[in-house]
């Protein structure tokens, strides 16, 4: 669910506040309130305050004195950020809206005739048949024309990448849909029966991907599923 911006009284992400202080001579300190709770941080020139509205007050206090000793204090707290791929640093092209293939060609197209370096098309659920994860839409998006324009992107230096949703449709004709549920993949309700949303799609389950015994398998099996086709 994308939560929009204009919700002003609804959180859009999570974060660590963390905060790191450097002082004139260098000296650097570092403090994070480890809490899973809402809450406000306000910083001024004088103060610094936390309202929470519950959970465990677990407030660290980093000593460094450097900022890489503050940095590596912390990250023995949260754990390391993943090393990204190189590439993933580019410039990256992603929207809602490239109705066909021949639309995002023209972008890359256009990209290179403007000389903008382009390491990254993303293209959004358009792609799908019926908004149906794993899939490619026959018309628009069909597999052979897909496989060509990758190994294209792929000779230029480039790389595609498709958004997924983690909505699956039910739907007895989706291979995604027969095999999750086979695998009991699926976040289940009260009733232990599997849980029913409405997403792009229409209805659907939603995978437990706390479950890494049976879950993560099976999505591993459907991402190399749609892999192989382009």
């Not at 941080?41 to 503050?70: C, E, H, K, N, W």
């Not at 490239?98 to 659920?125: C, F, M, S």
């Not at 549920?181 to 799609?201: E, H, R």
Request: aromatic content about 14%; hydrophobic content about 40%; glycine content about 8%.
């Amino acid at each position: 669910y994308d939560t929009p911006s204009s919700r002003t009284d609804v959180n859009l992400y999570g974060s660590h506040p963390f905060l790191m202080v450097v002082a004139p001579d260098g000296t650097t300190s570092g403090l994070l309130l480890l809490n899973s709770n809402g809450m406000e941080v306000t910083l001024d020139s004088t103060q610094l305050t936390y309202r929470v509205i519950g959970g465990l007050l677990d407030l660290y206090m980093f000593l460094g004195p450097s900022p890489d000793a503050v940095l590596q204090q912390y990250q023995q707290v949260v754990g390391r950020p993943a090393m990204p791929p190189y590439w993933s640093l580019g410039f990256h092209q992603s929207r809602w809206g490239y109705r066909t293939l021949g639309a995002v060609q023209d972008v890359v197209a256009k990209y290179k005739a403007a000389g903008i370096p382009l390491e990254v098309i993303w293209t959004d659920i358009d792609y799908m048949d019926r908004f149906r994860d794993f899939t490619f839409d026959p018309v628009r998006f069909p597999v052979n024309a897909m496989r060509e324009f990758v190994a294209s992107l792929h000779a230029s230096g480039q790389r595609w990448v498709p958004i997924i949703d983690c909505g699956i449709p039910v739907a007895q004709d989706d291979a995604a849909y027969r095999e999750g549920l086979a695998a009991g993949v699926f976040i289940n309700d009260m009733s232990g029966k599997p849980y029913t949303g409405q997403v792009w799609p229409g209805a659907t389950h939603y995978p437990d991907f706390t479950s890494p015994n049976r879950t993560w398998p099976w999505w591993q099996q459907q991402l190399q599923r749609m892999h192989s086709q382009v």
